[in-house]
C-alpha cells in the first residue's frame, strides 16, 4: 500500500507530467486515468506511476493519436495476449489518416491560393472575392 509520501496530490502530478489540473480531471472523466483513492480530506492521491502513464498519453496525443486510440494503446501495453504487430496495426492506421489530412491541406492551400491571387487588395470588402467566394460556399451548402 502507497503512504502519503509516495502518493501525489493531483498538483504535483499535472507539475511532473507537464499537464495542467484539468488535463488531469479530464483524462480521469475519459477513462484514460485511472481515479485513485482520495484521502478523508477529499484530496486525490495518485501513485507514482501515474506520471508515467499521463507522459504516455500526452506523447501520444502529440503524434495524433485521438482519446480512443490512446485507451487502445493502454490497453495493449497490458494485455498479455496482444503482441508488436498489433501495435503497428494501430500506428500504420494512423499514418493513413496524416496521409489523407496531408492531401487535405494540400487542396487547402491550394484553393486559399487561388482566393488570395483573385484578390487585388484594393476596394471595400463588399467587393472582395475572397469574401464573395466564401459566402457562395455558404450559400451551396444551404440548399
Known amino acids: 500500500m502507497e503512504t502519503e509520501s509516495t502518493s501525489l496530490?493531483?498538483?504535483?502530478l499535472a507539475s511532473a507530467a507537464g499537464v495542467g489540473v484539468e488535463t488531469l480531471r479530464f483524462y480521469e472523466r475519459e477513462g484514460l486515468l485511472p481515479k485513485p483513492p482520495r484521502k478523508r480530506s477529499g484530496y486525490r492521491q495518485y501513485p507514482p506511476d501515474a506520471v508515467a502513464r499521463v507522459r504516455f498519453i500526452r506523447r501520444a496525443k502529440e503524434l495524433g493519436f485521438t482519446l480512443k486510440e490512446i485507451q487502445e494503446l493502454l490497453e495493449l501495453r497490458i494485455d498479455p495476449d496482444k503482441s508488436c504487430a498489433d501495435v503497428r496495426a494501430l500506428a500504420r492506421a494512423k499514418i493513413v489518416d496524416v496521409e489523407e489530412k496531408m492531401a487535405d491541406l494540400v487542396r487547402i492551400k491550394a484553393a486559399l491560393e487561388n482566393l488570395a491571387r483573385a484578390c487585388r487588395?484594393?476596394?471595400?470588402?463588399?467587393?472582395?472575392?475572397?469574401?464573395?467566394?466564401?459566402?457562395?460556399e455558404e450559400r451551396r451548402a444551404d440548399r
Open 9 to 12: 496530490t493531483i498538483g504535483k
Open 121 to 136: 487588395g484594393k476596394g471595400p470588402t463588399s467587393e472582395c472575392p475572397i469574401l464573395e467566394a466564401i459566402a457562395k
